[in-house]
C-alpha cells in the first residue's frame, strides 16, 4: 500500500512517499503554502494521484506532554477538511520532534543552513511517514 505522508505547516506543506509495499518512506518536495487552503488540498490532490497513494499519513504536532494543544488543533481541522477533498483516507500520526530528528540527520550529513532549510519539511514528512509505517497502525 502507497501511503503519502505531509507535514503540514504555516508556510509550506513536507511530503513523502512510502514504497508501494508500504515498508520505506523517502522525502518527495516541499509545498509552499498559496493564500487559499483548497488550492493546497487541489495540489496534494495531485500528488495523490501522481504517485497513486491509498492513504494520506498527516502528521499531529502534540505537545510533549501528548496533549492537543492549539497547532495540533489546527492540524486536526485541516485534516478533517483534507478528508473532504481527497478520495483517499487521511489518518494523523504523533509528530513531535520530528523536525527536530529531520534537522539533526540534515546536518549530520553536511547540508548548510538555505540548503537545509529548503528539505527539512520533505524530510521531518519522510520521518512521520516512517514511524507510522513502522508501527504497523491501521491503515485508514
Known amino acids: 500500500m502507497r501511503a503519502l505522508g505531509l507535514d503540514l505547516g504555516s508556510r509550506r506543506i513536507g511530503v513523502s512517499v512510502s514504497d508501494s509495499a508500504g515498508t520505506v ?3 518527495v518536495e516541499t509545498l509552499e503554502r498559496s493564500a487559499w487552503t483548497s ?3 487541489r495540489g496534494i490532490a495531485d500528488l495523490v494521484a501522481e504517485w497513486e497513494a491509498e492513504i494520506v499519513v498527516v502528521g499531529l ?3 510533549l506532554d501528548g496533549t492537543v494543544g492549539p497547532a495540533a ?3 486536526l481541522d485541516e485534516a478533517t477538511r483534507l478528508t473532504e477533498a481527497l478520495p483517499v483516507p ?3 500520526h504523533d509528530e513531535r520532534l ?3 530528528s529531520a534537522q ?3 546536518v549530520l550529513q553536511g547540508l548548510a543552513g538555505p540548503a537545509r532549510r529548503r528539505v527539512v519539511d520533505q524530510v521531518a514528512a519522510a520521518v512521520i511517514l516512517q ?3 513502522d508501527a504497523g497502525l491501521p491503515r485508514g
Open 39 to 41: 488550492e493546497d488540498h
Open 90 to 92: 487521511v489518518v494523523t
Open 61 to 63: 504536532p502534540l505537545s
Open 131 to 133: 514511524a507510522w509505517l
Open 98 to 100: 520530528t523536525t527536530v
Open 25 to 27: 518512506a523517502t522525502p
Open 73 to 75: 488543533r489546527s492540524v
Open 104 to 106: 539533526r540527520s540534515l
